[in-house]
């Protein structure tokens, strides 16, 4: 506490010498390609009255940034391998390289920041999107309702199968009523015995909403910062994320992945504050913000500048995954904060400035292709999937009454096969149903009117 508390203390005095301001997040489209311009009130114009604004010269619209969409598939396909791996080889070595989601869910974090920033405040300019900002606590709900919607599906489809589990267990019954509440109202991540009630990894939900929470204050003090002052800001929530991973590593004594590789961890409590609690899922998502920032502020001769090829930092960020079978197999919070996070976002800085180059790299034609965009669309679905699907084949208590045991090794690409036609299905007939949107919006504008003034100082 007194660690976090100083962090925090340190940020804030830093922050207010260098800034001014506050704002907000966003999940997907990073805005829109093609013809259309972007009028000064924010909204989209086509045809001659875009040839018209072109004219007056008005500010040009955000390119359309295609290569982050499938830069999500490459990141969920993996953790939703990892979460069952183990039912489908027995390849201690291949498991070893397999279970390391936790490490590789810091770049969604990282992604969530690096949207924000780019959705939500201004290329070329120190200064956050006013507009979009102007309600903050509807910008909050907006982001809530962009990924709760399915989560409320998702959940209560299974419910009566994890509810059934719960009773087999003799769980109690307030035991069961606080894991449902804690999954309804995203809070389970706060709870480290309960980070992994139900559908496990809607824990990273929880975290988010917090940060989507933080987000109408956080965006305009990141945004009115310097180049020079967004490198001193990532120093910073580097170094503090380094730190928290080397106390967890120092208190359950394991500097090495032999405690959590293929076993279960002898200090779960610990590691699950290390790994689910959203404070340090909020460094990351704004580490994210930081460098969104970073590539946003690019003079129209640093744009000239020779670039670094993306592929030198996507390779690298997961090659640090193979020091797991080797003498310098550190734990998954080391290499988390210590080398993928930091290697994943200067990936994505470098894959941004790439993407608006003449002439893309081969990585950034590949994740901007349509296929892999298209993919990209399902990483959000597949990561609310798995784990229910998951669960319906290879949870003992489950398996064994539905199928007589968990399903065999060779089911497992049937397993994988399922869970991306099931994610196909619910992102065309719910995600992207327009109903499900409207009453998305209509429940977002109905919270953020009873909420009015929640984020915002009323003096």
């Known amino acids: 506490q007194v660690v976090v508390g100083s962090c925090f ?55 359309r940034i295609d290569c982050i969409d499938g830069c999500r598939f490459a990141l ?25 989601e936790n490490i590789l869910v810091g770049g969604f974090f990282v992604i969530s920041g690096y949207v924000a920033a780019y959705t ?3 290329v070329g300019e120190r200064a956050a999107d006013a507009k979009k900002l102007a309600r903050p606590e509807l910008f909050f709900w907006q982001k809530v309702m962009g990924y709760y919607p399915l989560h409320f599906l998702v959940s209560t489809i299974f419910a009566p199968m994890f509810i059934a589990v719960e009773r087999w267990y003799q769980t109690p019954m307030w035991t069961t009523s606080l894991r449902a509440f804690l999954n309804y109202t995203l809070m389970q991540a706060w709870f480290p015995k309960e980070a992994e009630i139900w559908n496990q990894p809607t824990w990273f939900l929880s975290a988010l909403t917090f940060s989507n929470l933080t987000m109408p204050m956080v965006l305009p003090k990141v945004a009115s910062l310097s180049k020079l002052g967004l490198w001193k800001v990532q120093c910073a929530l580097t170094s503090v994320s380094v730190l928290q991973k080397l106390s967890y590593s120092e208190a359950a004594m394991c500097f090495h992945s032999r405690e959590i590789a293929t076993t279960k961890p002898t200090h779960p409590l610990i590691w699950n504050l290390t790994r689910f609690h959203p404070i340090w899922a909020l460094i990351e998502t704004i580490m994210g913000i930081v460098a969104a920032r970073e590539v946003m502020l690019d003079t129209e001769e640093e744009k000239k500048r020779p670039r670094t090829n993306p592929a030198l930092f996507f390779f690298g960020a997961h090659a640090s995954l193979l020091l797991r079978v080797t003498n310098f197999d550190y734990n998954d919070a ?4 210590m080398l993928f996070v930091p290697l994943y976002t200067r990936f994505l800085t470098a894959i941004h400035r790439d993407c608006l180059s003449e002439e893309p790299s081969a990585i950034t034609k590949f994740f901007s292709c349509r296929t892999m965009t298209w993919l990209g669309s399902l990483a959000f679905p597949m990561f609310i999937l798995h784990g229910p699907i998951g669960q ?5 208590a489950i398996a064994k009454r539905l199928w007589g045991g ?4 060779a089911f497992f690409p049937v397993y994988l096969a399922l869970v991306l036609l099931a994610s196909a299905v619910m992102n065309e007939a719910f995600v992207k149903n327009k ?9 977002a504008q109905w919270l953020a009117a009873r909420t009015e003034g929640m984020l915002q100082d009323g003096a």
């Open 9 to 63: 203390t340190f940020c804030r005095h830093f922050l207010s010498a260098e800034i001014g301001g506050m704002g907000g997040q966003a999940r997907l489209p990073l805005a829109s390609q093609g013809d259309s311009v972007v009028g000064p009130s924010g909204a989209e114009v086509a045809g001659p009255a875009a040839e018209a604004a072109a004219v007056a010269v008005k500010p040009p619209g955000k390119p």
């Open 435 to 443: 109903r499900v949107q409207r009453l998305a919006a209509s429940v």
């Open 76 to 100: 969920v396909l993996p953790i939703v391998v990892a979460h069952f791996a183990q039912f489908g080889t027995k390849n201690r070595t291949l498991l070893k390289l397999l279970l390391q």
């Open 392 to 396: 319906v084949f290879y949870k003992k």
């Open 406 to 409: 968990p399903m065999p090794y």
């Open 120 to 122: 939500a405040t201004k």
């Open 334 to 337: 080391l290499i988390r904060g």
